[in-house]
T-cell receptor
Framework: DADVTQTPRNRITKTGKRIMLECSQT?????MYWYRQDPGLGLRLIYY???????NKGEISDGYSVSRQAQAKFSLSLESAIPNQTALYFC??????????????FGPGTRLTVL | ELKVEQNPLFLSMQEGKNYTIYCNYS?????LYWYRQDPGKSLESLFV???NGAVKQEGRLMASLDTKARLSTLHITAAVHDLSATYFC???????????WGAGTKLIIKP
């Protein structure tokens, strides 16, 4: 079984709709991240969470919100989807702790299309 | 703000050849990560470089880190078709442990 899972894997929606993308992990990691990937732009950080009570905005948080329901679950919401939010979204995890390095492990991705 | 530049962004090469991908970054960072992404797939961790002078090798790939020059390299030796993928470097910011991603180098290796 995959250590980091994302649902749904593909989603097509319309402008103005509310969308939730979910991420679950069985790695026991404290830190979780949401990224979006656009062609030629690498990955851009949307939100990250170092533990259940710690949520931080990333580089491109406008138009997005998150919820860390448990150590293993981190959800990303688009309150009112717009076409330029069409992208590939990745969830990632890392161990956490001051003495560890930050190697991140990625889920399979969710391809979101906003019409 | 930490900026990352990968060079080249696209590389088409023949099997059997050697080549190097460069990753330059703009501010102090002691840790850097290399990832591979196949088309339509997720990102897979390749190398974790944790200090100046670190060198890691796996098969035909070798990565190195020079924190003083703010440069990491990914060297491909005797390329094979299976290495075709997009490769990303990501230095880690000292201040908040975030990874800052390069745009990726798309590598195509022709038989």
């Amino acid at each position: 079984d995959a250590d980091v899972t994302q649902t749904p894997r593909n989603r097509i929606t319309k402008t103005g709709k509310r969308i939730m993308l979910e991420c679950s992990q069985t790695k026991g990691h404290d830190r979780m991240y949401w990224y979006r990937q656009d062609p030629g732009l690498g990955l851009r950080l949307i939100y990250y969470s170092f533990d259940v009570k710690d949520i931080n905005k990333g580089e491109i948080s406008d138009g997005y919100s998150v919820s860390r329901q448990a150590q293993a679950k981190f959800s990303l919401s688009l309150e009112s989807a717009i076409p330029n939010q069409t992208a590939l979204y990745f969830c990632a995890t890392s161990v956490g702790g001051a003495l560890t390095y930050n190697e991140q492990f990625f889920g399979p991705g969710t391809r979101l299309t906003v019409l | 703000e930490l900026k990352v530049e990968q060079n080249p962004l696209f590389l088409s090469m023949q099997e059997g050849k050697n080549y190097t991908i460069y990753c330059n970054y703009s501010t102090t960072s002691d840790r850097l990560y290399w990832y591979r992404q196949d088309p339509g797939k997720s990102l897979e961790s390749l190398f974790v470089l944790l200090s100046n002078g670190a060198v890691k090798q796996e098969g035909r790939l070798m990565a190195s880190l020079d924190t003083k020059a703010r440069l990491s390299t990914l060297h491909i030796t005797a390329a094979v078709h299976d290495l075709s993928a997009t490769y990303f470097c990501a230095p880690e910011m000292d201040s908040n442990y975030q990874l800052i991603w390069g745009a990726g180098t798309k590598l195509i290796i022709k038989p």
